[in-house]
């Protein structure tokens, strides 16, 4: 797995990605002066990425706690799903990005150049999305949801393989699954859409869960965590050309975001808000921190973000039955590397 990404180096591109994977600023080697006062050597002095609003990410939170040192973050902009993010890194636009491992799948299918290093999502007993209905719906079973709108924050990522293979499960054909529209909708108005009777279901996590079900009146159809249990669910990514120029950043990254993911992991949660709560107000983006102290959990499954064969081999699996991808395109073992991990050697994880 850890060799992966070498032999990924010079493979030619779909024609859509190869005028796009030319990193541009972080991506160029420092001066030899400058390496004789690293003495970690790295390549890079600062990484560009995309945030979240409201939120805090890992590498936010190793940057904040020391870890990532002498590395510095760029923030360029937020984020408006992980597949936007993603693409952002396979044109240029930033160093790492982060998505639903499936869609990570669908971009490796399509030739992209990239390779997921650190697990940094995921579901668990705290953090899990459930899929709403109003408590008078007639909805109870999924053929009941055939003909029906069920809201999403976007398509092709976390929420859209979830419900399908729900339907899937459940035992709808694929031509009743076509009968189920996935209507994007913004999450934060995704509660009221439900409620105004604009969709059918609604998917609900973390605040805006929480405070749905303290107004009452809706019930869940079903929730992501009975379907799959505890996993990592998205992973960032680098590209191959990245990693092969910054081989020491890419460790420094990786090193530090899997660091801060324990340290919020071990923390007692109202450290972790506060901790979280001070990095919003102190990076001055005019952002409600309000959502943060309904935090609950890393939901990441693997130590400092190791990512497990199986959290990419079930939509490899997925992606085949529904006709995507073909059978044995893609080997699960080769997507993704656990190499710049520190817990690795601990967990007995292999690279």
């Known amino acids: 797995m850890g060799n992966r990404w070498l032999k990924r180096i010079g493979a030619v591109l779909a024609p859509a990605v190869a005028s796009a994977v030319v990193l541009s600023g972080c991506g160029a080697k420092e001066p030899s002066s400058a390496h004789a006062a690293n003495p970690e050597g790295l390549e890079v002095t600062e990484l560009r990425y995309q945030g979240s609003v409201g939120a805090v990410t890992f590498p936010e939170l190793a940057e904040d706690l020391g870890y990532l040192a002498p590395l510095k973050l760029k923030f360029i902009g937020n984020t408006i799903s992980g597949p936007q993010d993603i693409q952002a890194v396979v044109t240029g636009d930033t160093d790492f990005g982060g998505a639903f491992n499936g869609a990570i799948v669908k971009l490796l299918a399509a030739k992209a150049a990239v390779t997921p290093v650190i697990s940094y999502y995921g579901v668990d007993e ?68 439900l409620r105004a009777h604009q969709v059918d279901v609604a998917t609900l996590g973390g605040l805006l869960r929480d405070k749905a079900l303290e107004r009452g009146g809706i019930r869940p159809l079903f929730r992501d965590i009975d379907l799959f249990g505890t996993f990592s669910a ?18 420094k990254f990786v090193e530090a975001t899997a660091k801060a ?26 952002e409600d921190a309000s959502a943060v102290k309904y935090w609950k959990s890393t939901g990441v499954a693997g130590k400092g973000g190791l990512i497990a064969e199986s959290e990419f081999q079930t939509w490899i699996d997925w992606l085949v039955a529904e006709g995507t991808l073909k059978e044995g395109q893609l080997k699960a073992a080769d997507l993704y590397t656990n190499e710049f991990n520190p817990y690795r050697a601990e967990e007995g994880a292999a690279p």
């Open 126 to 193: 705290n953090t899990w999305t459930g899929y709403y209905v109003l408590d008078d719906s007639p909805i109870r079973t999924a053929k009941d949801l055939i003909g029906k709108k069920i809201a999403v924050n976007t398509l092709g990522a976390h929420h859209e393989f979830v419900i399908k293979e729900y339907l899937h499960r459940e035992g709808l054909t694929p031509k009743e699954i076509e009968q189920v529209t996935l209507v994007v909708v913004p999450p934060v108005t995704s509660e009221q859409t």
């Open 234 to 251: 998205g992973t960032y990514v680098l590209t191959d050309k990245f990693i092969k120029e910054n081989p020491n950043a890419t460790r």
């Open 261 to 286: 993911i324990e340290w919020a992991r071990t923390t007692p949660r109202e450290e972790v808000i506060a901790r979280f709560e001070k990095i919003i107000a102190e990076r001055g983006r005019k």
